[in-house]
Every structure is written in C-alpha cells, then in structure tokens.
C-alpha cells in the first residue's frame, strides 16, 4: 500500500458485503433510501453531504459528493458557502469550549 | 479559442478518436460497447421507424466552445451544397419524416439557409428544428432578424445554454457568451418563443460544463426557470439534457485534463438498458455536409457513416432501406446510454 487513501477504493465501496453480506444489505438499503428526495429534495441532501465531508474530512466522500453536487448543478458559491457553514459550525464548537475554559481557570485561580 | 483543426491537433483526425476509443486492452475498466449490450442480452442495436432527419448544414461557427464535438468555429469552411439541399427536400417530401432538425456549425451562418427552411416548410414535414447558438443573433446586424424568420416559418428553436449563471457558460463557450446569450433569449420572447404562445416553442438545451453527467432533466429544468425568469424575466420551454460525447473537443479535454478513464468508467457504471428502445440513432437519418448518411451527429464527426447497401447518399434514401438495420456502435455510445438517457431532443427515459 502506497497510501493510506486510494481513490479507486471508493469504487470498491460494496466489497465490504464480502465479509458481512447481512450488515452491508441493510446499510446500503439504508444509505439509498437517506438520500432519496423527501421533505428536502435530493440536492439539498447532496449539499449537507458535501460539508459533512468536509467535516469529518473523508476525502472519499469528498470526492463522490463534490462530483454529485456538481453534476446536480449547485454552484460553486453555494457549494463553498456549504463549507463556511461547516466551518462555521466546526470553529464555534471548539471556541464554545472556551466557556468550559474560562469557568475552570476561575475555579483554580484566587 | 481555435479549433482543432486549426491547430493541427491529431485529435481533430476522426481516425486517430476512434483508434483510440476502440483500442483493444485499452482502457481496463471500460469493456466496449457492443460487449455491455451482449451482458444485457442484447445482439445488435437496430433502426427502427425513420422519424427524423438531422441535417448538419456546414461546420462554420462564431464560437469555439471548448466541448464541441464538432470542431466547429470561425475556420471551418465546409457547408452543404444547394444541390444537396434539394436532395434533403426531396426525402422529406416522401412524406416518412416527422421532423426536420437542422444543426451545424451555426447553421443560420450558411448562406442557403433561410431558403432551405423555406422550401422544408412547404413539404409535409411536421416540425422544422434549428439548433441555434443565440449569439449568432448579435454577431452580424444581418441575423438581427432571425426571430422574425423563426416565427415566420413555425421553426422551434433549441438554444444552447449550459447554465444560468456567466461563470459556467462563458467558462465553456467563451467570455461574454451568457450575457449575449440572456440578450438573444430577450429577443426570441420579445417575438413569443417561450412564451406559450401556440407554434413558437424555445427550448434550452443543457451540456454539463466538464466531466461529468447531466442532473435529471426535470430538475434543472425547474431550476433554469426559477433563476431565468428571476434574474432576467426569460421564459422558455423544455430544457433538453445532453451528455457530453467523447468525441472531438470533448474528447481532447477529457484526455488533457485526466479525466477520460473516470468520464467513461461513470457512463458505464451508469448503464442504463432501459434507454436502448429511445436512443435518437434508431429513427434518426443524420446527413452531413456532403449528403452522407449517419447513425448519428456524433457517428458523423467520427466518419463512421451507415452501413446499408444502396443507401449511402441522401439522394438514394429510402425508408423501406432504413428499417431494421445495423446501427454502428462505439465506446463513445455509453453517453446516450447512462442514467436517464441523453439525446438531441434530451433525456430519453
């Protein structure tokens, strides 16, 4: 293995079935059915897909959802203002912690 | 931008496309096209009724677009003869065609053009088409009157616009391209098409702006109305989904940009049996500019002509010949086949 990453791997996504046919089935059924268009249209969904990619920075995932999101036509704005808004959201959990912060620093200090 | 042609590229060779395409042990994950239909159980792909005739009037353009599969642009001088024209009035005056779809090049830019439309109009063919680029209504004072012309004759007119925003359209067909393109729209609605009126019907049609697949067509139709008549108050009709061809400029991008072995190995993946029985080559005559008959527009810019005895001009067309015939296939097919299907009237399924 050169790299811990290897685009073709995502191609090879359902050959996870080859050692739990059971679980595979009813993730994959599952999978689809997430993503079918329902009281968010499937665009939407593609769109929330791509930022949590983002987030949990799955280059896989990054890959599959960067070319649906295009294929589907959202725009580039769009698709970086998914990312801001992960980001977003990514920076402001870390800084909420600060509260956590501040209330253990006054704690311990005189 | 020039053509390919014009830069002496090999990839302007129609030979040199289809050696590549067709190479065997090429391409690994890409099986050939007659292979994925024998797996779905199918022999050979054949015509069935004679519906449309697509003539390809001349190669000449006033854009280059990056993903043309013609090659066409400002340098190509090769155009259909008046003679020939008459050829294509008289199978349509056989009375077998339901529609005559009239492309190039920009086919308004042939100076037989307006006459072969009015000679089409007095045969029994039922709708003429002319695939128009838009811009070609403000290249030139003497287009400026084409939508009278268009409504005149009952013509539908199908516009290319690959997206509604300046940034994917200029990107692919040339800067300024959109906002020319918004101000022909604005003169075809200011004369009707688009705007319900009976006879004068605009259509959109929408080539995804790199390697990849087009969205469902009703769904990016509902978008191009939303944002087109927002942003700029333009109506139209239908908007027709087409991939991309691996053929030509299309094919030059996807090899220069990496991205032909993953283009390909998505249209396969996406193999769609259920479009066979509407794929445009089985009651499509397509004619280039010399009269020669096609499968197909794409078949005619990889010189991959019909293959039926007695029948290779439009001048010996005949649709008892037509019927039931041998359809000549390739890798590049797997874009008319992938999701829900593609062709020049759009998706397919």
Known sequence: ?110 | MKSLRAINSKWSDPEVQVRFLEREGAHEHIPFFHSKLQDHGIGLLKTDRPSILQVNIGYQCNQTCKHCHVDAGPDRKEKMSEEIMEDCIRALETGCFEMLDITGGAPEMHSGFRRFVARAASTPVAEIVVRSNLTILMANPVYADLPEFFKMYGVRVCSSLPFYSSTKTDRQRGEGVFMKSIKALKMLNAVGYGMGVDGLRLDLVYNPSGAFCAAPQDQLEKEFKSVLEKDYGIYFDRLLTINNVPVSRFLDFLIESGNFEDYLDKLVQNFNPATLAGLMCRNTVSVDWQGRLFDCDFNQMLQLPKQVEGMDHIRNFSKEKFRDKKIITGRHCFACTAGLGSSCQGAVV
């Open chain 1, 1 to 110: 293995m050169d790299t811990y990453y290897n685009p073709a791997d995502l191609k090879k996504f359902s050959a996870i079935a080859d050692w739990d046919k059971n679980l595979a089935e009813k993730f994959f059924a599952w999978y689809g059915e997430v993503f079918k268009p329902g009281e968010l249209t499937a665009r939407e969904k593609s769109l929330i897909a791509l930022a949590v990619a983002h987030t949990i920075q799955c280059p896989y995932c990054i890959d599959a959802y960067t070319q649906d999101a295009v294929e589907r036509g959202t725009t580039e704005k769009q698709m970086m203002e998914a990312l801001h808004v992960a980001a977003a959201i990514r920076g402001g959990a870390s800084l909420v912690h600060g509260v956590q912060m501040m209330e253990k620093a006054k704690k311990i200090s005189m």
